[in-house]
């Protein structure tokens, strides 16, 4: 009888998977810290962006319980912009990253559930104020996004997420009609959330 009950005990404490079927949609909202890579080939040198925490909401939608499509949205991302040889703060700008991933999620492990995915950014550069509007940027960005996450289940729709990604986010730095070359922000998002699964 001790042995049933410290049995039915740790049932009842141990979390439920969130198991996953096909059209399934989960939410999630996320706190993601950007840390920005900041290379560039600019003729006026160490031109680089500010990292920042910024809010994140993606949807991802389950064709199978293995295969995801994640869509990651934000709003519009003010970052300041620096030149070390203009003596630092050189103005502002603001950024839509929107970011569309293929994912392969891991199963069978109970309430823990990793995935790794891949796929497109686009980015919208926009509010651009630069050397006093002197300098201008390329306003789009293609490139690639690399993710790694995991999920852990607390019930049979609410979840813990963890999640990192890699973005190629670049633009084309101008003054005048001379193109000064490419910044490459190039950031890692490390982010932290809750999902709901509808």
């Known amino acids: 009888m001790k042995k049933l009950c410290i049995a ?3 049932a009842a404490l141990a979390p439920v998977a969130m198991a996953q079927s096909a059209g399934d949609i989960v939410v999630r909202a996320r706190a993601v810290y950007l840390d920005a890579a900041n290379k560039d080939t600019v003729a006026i040198t160490d031109v680089s962006i500010n990292s920042k ?4 909401v993606d949807f991802t939608y389950y064709v199978t319980p ?8 934000t709003y519009p991302q003010k970052q300041d912009v620096s030149s070390t040889a203009h003596g630092g703060f050189i103005g502002t700008l603001k950024h839509l990253p929107p970011t569309l991933t293929a994912q392969y999620h891991v199963t069978g492990l109970g309430a823990i559930k990793p995935y790794v995915g891949a796929g497109v950014n686009y980015t919208r550069f926009s509010s651009v104020n630069l050397l006093n509007g ?11 996004a690399f993710q790694a996450g995991v999920d852990y289940a607390i019930d049979k729709q609410w979840s813990l997420n963890l999640d990192v990604k890699k973005v ?21 998002l490390i982010g932290i959330g809750l999902g709901y699964k509808f």
């Open 8 to 10: 039915l005990a740790v």
């Open 53 to 56: 925490w910024l809010p994140e």
């Open 168 to 188: 190629q986010i670049r633009t084309d730095l101008s003054l005048g009609a001379t193109n000064l070359g490419t910044l490459k922000v190039d950031p890692t």
């Open 134 to 144: 002197a300098l201008s940027v390329e306003k789009n960005s293609f490139g690639l």
């Open 66 to 73: 293995n295969f995801a499509a994640e869509l990651i949205l």
